[in-house]
């Protein structure tokens, strides 16, 4: 069945960078996007971006345009979501989640997540 | 940004009740290909969201008949017509038709 494994939680510090992987199985990997979300405590979802596992093009909010950058390896079935200049804001629960649909070029939604990855801000 | 907002924020429920969860959108949905794209996702207690309901209305695989999806112009209902103990967690909507997706600030469902 699809499964997704994320890595484990981080610690950094404000300042400092985090990679996130998401390890994909069950499935044909370039065949989807992937797209990545976040939960900081108490708040509402929030919405990263999604990455074209295929070709690798990439969409990002406004809001993090230039600190977040998704990549992949389709070798692995791996796709990573890497934040830098990291504030305690930045500390949430990071998701990647596959949409429902191949092909499906960002829009659609996601009907497969990964278990999270606490990344904590903290001097 | 398309803005959504959900209500109730917290939702108890008797097993057995029925249970109604609204969301707005501070525009239309509907896209060019007919579609509506807003979706209704759970996040049980200690879990990743799951997908509900996609496109306004469909049920996404697996997911139990007691659960509906409707729409009125920019108004969204998610309903349970028959809440069981284990659809306690935090329901959320999300627009899909514009980026940034937005989600609603989610409704916590409870059992009394």
Redesign the interface.
Known sequence: QVQFVQSGAEVKKPGASVKVSCKASGYTFTSYTMQWVRQAPGQRLEWLGWINADNGNTKYSQKFQGRVTFSRDTSANTAYMEVSSLTYEDTAVYYCARENFPQCGGDCPLDCWGQGTLVTVSS | DIAVTQSPLSLPVTPGEPASISCRSTQSLLHSNGYT?L?W?VQKPGQ????LI??GSYR??GVPDRFSGSESGTDFTLKISLVEADDVGVY?C?Q??Q????????TRLEIK
């Open positions: 794209y979706d996702y990743s969201p799951q997908l996609y496109w996404a695989s959320y999300m899909t038709l980026t940034p997706r937005t989600f609603g600030q989610g």
